[in-house]
Nanobody, 116 residues
Framework: QVQFVESGGGLVQPGGSLRLSCAVSGRVFSIDGMGWYRQAPGKQRELVASISSGSGGSTNYPDSVKGRFTISRDNVKNTVYLQMNSLNVEDTAVYYC????????WGKGTLVTVSS
């Protein structure tokens, strides 16, 4: 059974940085594309970063986070990361990892709150 365990969220001031981690189990991690998604209060869940399978995965970001967020993966540790820099209040959300495209199963996510 697949499991996604996200961690690393917290309260950060505007302009600050956070690094999220997601441990994946129950799948052959290296063959899956992976993604980070977020859901802000009252909004639909959206994709914020994706990385293709393999060790040299290509990445993609929407314009809203491009140049500020970086996704990476460690296929030995079965972990995917999201480095978030220059955070602003619009980045406040619960962040989830999943495969890309996503499975019909989600972890609990990790809350990121950007506030002064």
């Amino acid at each position: 059974q697949v499991q996604f365990v996200e961690s690393g969220g917290g309260l950060v001031q505007p302009g600050g940085s956070l690094r999220l981690s997601c441990a994946v189990s129950g799948r052959v991690f290296s063959i899956d594309g992976m993604g980070w998604y977020r859901q802000a209060p009252g909004k639909q869940r959206e994709l914020v970063a994706s990385i293709s399978s393999g060790s040299g995965g290509s990445t993609n970001y929407p314009d809203s986070v491009k140049g500020r967020f970086t996704i990476s993966r460690d296929n030995v540790k079965n972990t995917v990361y999201l480095q978030m820099n220059s955070l602003n209040v619009e980045d406040t959300a619960v962040y989830y990892c999943n495969t890309f495209p996503p499975l019909n199963y989600w972890g609990k996510g990790t809350l990121v709150t950007v506030s002064s």
